[in-house]
């Protein structure tokens, strides 16, 4: 298969791939998201996905797939990004309590070798139970999730946080380690 890049430093997907078998190794992309974007599209998110694998392109010296991925949390076809400090991530969660939204994790793969691109996105769905001011100020206190989309790490959310979900539970996590496989194969 080749060597395996994983164009991002996060450790939420380094540990989806680790838990997977992988043998990988670490570039994060230079890349530099737009955050100004808030419409959900498919092809957005997929594009941000594509961009951070080929800003790592130039970075690797031998044959390689490198893995580019992208996790939004979508709310009435509103993108939820990672929030902007503090009370961000209090507003967010309060928009997201007692209601259902839209996790879509894009992955994109170069193979540097043949310049050939694959890409897919995942939707998985999570639902709040109503959640109190309380409950909202501690996990921010706590977990403070300034660095994950919607303000939240369905991971280490405490009982009384999440109703439901459905779908791929690495997804929501932020890399779906099935459409993972298939992209590789």
């Known amino acids: 298969m080749g060597k395996i890049i994983l164009a991002s430093s996060s450790p939420r997907r380094q540990n989806i791939l680790k838990q997977n078998n992988y043998d990988f190794e670490i570039v994060p992309s230079p890349y530099v998201e737009d955050h100004t974007r808030t419409d959900f599209s498919y092809d957005f998110v997929e594009s941000l996905a594509l961009n951070k694998a080929k800003a790592v392109v ?7 797939k490198i893995i580019g ?6 709310l009435n076809n509103e993108i939820l990004g990672k929030p902007d400090g503090e009370k961000g991530a209090l507003e967010m969660l309060k928009k997201l309590s007692g209601k259902t939204h839209s ?4 992955i994109a793969i170069i193979n540097t070798q043949t310049g050939e691109t694959k890409q897919k996105s995942v939707t998985s769905y999570v639902t709040f139970e109503n959640l109190t001011d309380e409950q909202i100020n501690f996990y921010v206190q706590k977990f ?4 994950k989309a919607g303000s939240y790490g369905i991971q280490e959310m405490p009982d009384g946080y999440i109703k439901s979900y459905s779908g791929s539970l690495e997804n929501i996590i932020g890399l779906c380690p099935e459409a993972l496989r298939e992209l590789l194969a």
Do not use: G, R, Y
């Open 58 to 64: 130039p970075l690797v010296k031998e044959p390689a």
């Open 69 to 74: 991925a992208d996790t939004v949390v979508v």
């Open 103 to 106: 996790v879509v994790t894009a």
């Open 144 to 147: 403070k999730p300034f660095d």
